[in-house]
């Protein structure tokens, strides 16, 4: 069994920071790839940026130069910086991993912690 684990979403003003975090619990996990999407009310969920086991990372143009990622072992870090109001979302953390003894990869989701940006 697998559970991700997030942390690190909250309030805070324009411009300032934040950082999400999301560890992968279990053994036998062997993780492909780790990321962070967002949802906002009424808008469709949006990959926001992804980072695979061998350090390769990839971000959504809208937090291009703001927003980071990085990775240690099991666990995924969103560095954000400069947030914006258009930033607050509902945001989920996602890993591809082989687990639980299945060769194939799998798909999971945290249930996504609040981050709200005031203006």
């Known amino acids: 069994q697998v559970q991700l684990v997030e942390s690190g979403g909250g309030l805070v003003q324009a411009g300032g920071s934040l950082r999400l975090s999301c560890t992968a619990s279990?053994?036998?996990?062997?993780?492909?790839?780790m990321g962070w999407s967002r949802q906002s009310p009424g808008k469709q969920r949006e990959l926001v940026a992804r980072?695979?086991?061998?350090?390769a990372t990839n971000d959504a143009d809208s937090v291009e130069g703001r927003f980071s990622i990085s990775m240690d072992k099991k666990t995924v870090y969103l560095h954000m910086n400069s947030l914006k109001p258009e930033d607050t979302a509902l945001y989920y953390c996602?890993?591809?991993?082989?687990?639980?003894?299945?060769?194939?990869?799998?798909?999971?989701w945290g249930q996504g912690t609040q981050v709200t940006v005031s203006s």
């Open positions: 279990g053994s036998n996990v062997s993780i492909n790839t």
């Open positions: 996602n890993i591809d991993a082989r687990y639980g003894g299945v060769w194939s990869l799998r798909s999971l």
């Open positions: 980072i695979s086991s061998g350090g």
